[in-house]
Nanobody, 124 residues
Framework: QVHLVESGGGLVQAGGSLRLSCAAS????????MAWFRQAPGKEREFVGAISWGGSSTRYSDSVKGRFTISRDNAKNTVYLQMNSLKPEDTAVYYC?????????????????WGQGTQVTVSS
């Protein structure tokens, strides 16, 4: 059974930083591309960014480009989301997702697996 477990969320002031982690189990981690999404209250789930199976390629939404960085450690079956220069509009539940490595550049409309999410709140 596949599990994706996010951690590292919390409350931070605007301009601050947080690092989220997503620990994966039950899958061959280095054959999956990984992504981060977020969902703010009353809004649809939004793609944040993705990382290729080996970690050599990343892509981001325009809203976080230059502020957020995705990385992964395949030895630890973990993907990270480093969030810097946080803004109140970054407040959301953040989810990680996994999909076959060939879908790294897809729309990520229906990933194979989802985590349960972790809350990030940025105060002004």
């Amino acid at each position: 059974q596949v599990h994706l477990v996010e951690s590292g969320g919390g409350l931070v002031q605007a301009g601050g930083s947080l690092r989220l982690s997503c620990a994966a189990s039950g899958l061959t981690f280095n054959t999956y591309a990984m992504a981060w999404f977020r969902q703010a209250p009353g809004k649809e789930r939004e793609f944040v960014g993705a990382i290729s199976w080996g970690g050599s390629s990343t892509r981001y939404s325009d809203s976080v480009k230059g502020r957020f960085t995705i990385s992964r450690d395949n030895a630890k079956n973990t993907v990270y989301l480093q969030m810097n220069s946080l803004k109140p509009e970054d407040t959301a539940v953040y989810y990680c997702a996994a999909d076959h490595h060939s879908r790294y550049r897809s729309s990520w409309s229906s990933p194979n697996y989802w985590g349960q999410g972790t809350q990030v709140t940025v105060s002004s």
